[in-house]
């Protein structure tokens, strides 16, 4: 063969939803995936990074017991792909392995039975507060391996984020053709910052991508898929709808070996098929990017943990009214229970909103009144003022908690990240439960989800499952006669227009007031953040859509004295 020639590759992008931990599960996936795709002609099928283990494995990557499970799994799955005749089908998967007592982050070569090359990334991400990495292996070395003629090089997901020499050293090398497994999780946002750095690396390797991301929900990560590849001048070729199973196959015309591989699998050049119609999705807004993100953290939250149902309090304002939506189009609203739980303080238009929601979505509605329970507490112990109006949102939490352990429902909390960044809120109240939805969700966006998802329904000639009224009201918890939240706090457009400098993008007192934030405004905003860290420390998990969730990518430290602008 030589050098320079093209030849064209028949690849498949598989990424698939695994389950952390559930290995036999994860290998039959892998195998029904090449199946499928071998069956079509596919020369190399390439999974998302750690498909066997699932992803991310945090503390599992130091138990010993894991990481040989893991490695064994993979022994097995490439022995099964020759039984079952896709042996000649040359497998990409990522799997966790060890040496030397420590963990490693691994992508193996699978052909003929056998693992043939791996490629041993150093470093695993943990995604926590500070995305840490752990070096676990003295160092990355660069893997080209020769499959039908191209030089095919490896790389494992943040190697194309964080250019540390690796991606140099590969393209020095000069392969016909790059892979990237890949765990990317969802951003607002970040589609499009995938896409530029895939067509910036493509030209620097001269050669075309392959970039195959991982799906599926994750305790409070979502990995969207969104699958893709580019050619040699960095334009879009294919991609694969985000949030979507399923598997892609594409020819790739890519230049012949003009390296010295690692390992040759084969030299001989296989006769170009007729060529595959690529598709490349469309992309989806901004809104609806969020949406699927918050129905697929929550679907695979509660399925993956074995739950059947879950429970709520619809109160008939507009987040718990949101939570609801999410909940019905994620899991179908028979397994959607819906409580209103009125005291003294509510209003009839509440209990009409959270009674329009249910008929509008089809959810299982009931109403259980809480004043007698909280008459019965004060009663027998004198609590007056703020202490009174929490002892209403901590009924409310203890009779969604008792309703799950009588029933087996998942309870959500139906909080909202401004609520959760400024402290508004109960704990062992409105904070109860076992996942929380919007928490990564700004009341704006809130707002705006609600509209889009109303927007959507009639578009479809659907009934919009949030009442109108549930949107356009005053925001209130409905603890005191005429309370509303801008009682306690600003409006939420300044609020959140003060939170998202603070919260995501790290700016100071200084910083914010420099431009143009009222300096009593900010001073008070951020008092109460970094009073609340205590509240965050107890809240559920929840899907994260953003580059800077509390307890997932910021945490500070409950007892400090800093203060900004001191």
């Not at 989800?449 to 209130?476: M, T």
Request: hydrophobic share 40%.
């Amino acid at each position: 063969m030589e050098s320079g020639q093209p030849h064209r590759l028949r690849i498949a992008l598989a990424g698939l939803n695994p389950i952390v931990g559930d290995l036999a599960g994860n290998s039959a996936a892998i195998a029904r995936a090449v199946r499928a795709v071998g069956s079509d002609g596919a020369n190399l099928v390439v999974f998302p990074e750690m498909t066997v283990t699932g992803y991310p494995i945090e503390d599992l990557a130091l138990r010993q017991s894991f990481r040989r499970a893991s490695k064994a799994a993979v022994i097995a799955l490439a022995k099964k792909l020759v039984e079952q005749g896709d042996g000649d089908v040359v497998a990409i998967v990522g799997y966790l392995d060890e040496a030397d007592g420590r963990p490693q982050n691994v992508a193996a070569i699978i052909h003929g039975g056998e693992i043939k090359a791996r490629y041993i990334k150093s470093r695993l991400p943990n995604f926590g507060v500070f995305d840490e990495y752990r070096n676990f292996a003295p160092g990355d070395q660069t893997l080209v391996v020769r499959i039908h003629g191209v030089d095919v090089g490896v790389l494992i997901c943040q190697d194309i984020w964080h250019d540390d020499g690796v991606v140099a050293d590969l393209a020095a090398r000069t392969p016909g053709l790059v892979v990237v497994p890949n765990g990317s999780p969802f951003e607002r946002k970040k589609d499009s910052q995938r896409t530029q750095l895939l067509a910036r690396q493509a030209k620097r390797f001269k050669a075309p991508m392959v970039y195959v991301n991982m799906l599926g929900g994750q305790d409070d990560l979502v990995f969207d898929g969104g699958s893709m590849a580019v050619d040699i001048d960095g334009e879009l070729i294919a991609r694969s709808p985000q949030f979507e199973d399923g598997l892609m196959l594409i020819d790739l015309d890519c230049v012949g070996h003009s390296s010295t591989p690692d390992l040759i699998i084969s030299e001989v050049a296989l006769t170009a098929p007729t060529p595959l119609v690529t598709a490349i999705a469309d992309s989806f807004s901004e809104e609806e990017q969020i949406w699927k993100a918050l129905v697929m953290g929550l679907r695979d939250y509660v399925e993956k943990n074995g739950f059947r149902s879950v429970v709520l309090g619809l109160s008939g304002g507009i987040d718990s009214a949101l939570v609801a939506a999410i909940a019905v189009d994620a899991l179908g609203a028979n397994v959607v229970n819906a409580v209103a739980l009125p005291s003294k303080y509510s209003s009839t238009h509440s209990i009409e909103d959270a009674q329009a929601l249910a008929t509008n979505t089809g959810l299982r509605f009931r109403i259980i009144p809480i004043a007698p329970m909280v008459d019965a507490f004060t009663e027998n112990v004198v609590l007056k003022g703020l202490a009174e109006e929490n002892v209403q949102a901590r009924v409310r939490g203890t009779t969604l908690m008792g309703i799950s352990n009588q029933e087996g429902h998942l309870v959500l909390a139906t909080g909202n990240k401004s609520e959760l960044a400024v402290g508004y809120s109960t704990l062992y109240g409105d904070a109860v439960g076992g996942f929380a939805p919007i928490k990564d969700i700004y009341k704006t966006d809130v707002w705006a989800l609600s509209r889009w998802r109303n927007a959507q329904a009639e578009a479809a000639g659907e009934i919009a499952p949030i009442p109108l009224s549930s949107i356009e009201k005053e925001p209130s918890a409905e603890l005191r006669p005429d309370q509303k939240d801008s009682d306690s706090l600003p409006d939420y457009e300044v609020l959140d227009g003060v939170l998202v400098e603070y919260v995501d993008h790290d700016r100071g007192y200084d910083d914010l007031v420099s431009s143009g934030f009222d300096s009593a405004l900010v001073a008070r905003v951020i008092g109460l953040v970094d009073a609340a860290e205590y509240k965050r420390r107890q809240y559920p998990p929840g899907t994260k859509v953003s580059s800077r969730a509390f307890g997932k990518d910021r945490r500070l430290p409950m007892t400090t004295r800093w203060r900004e602008g001191q």
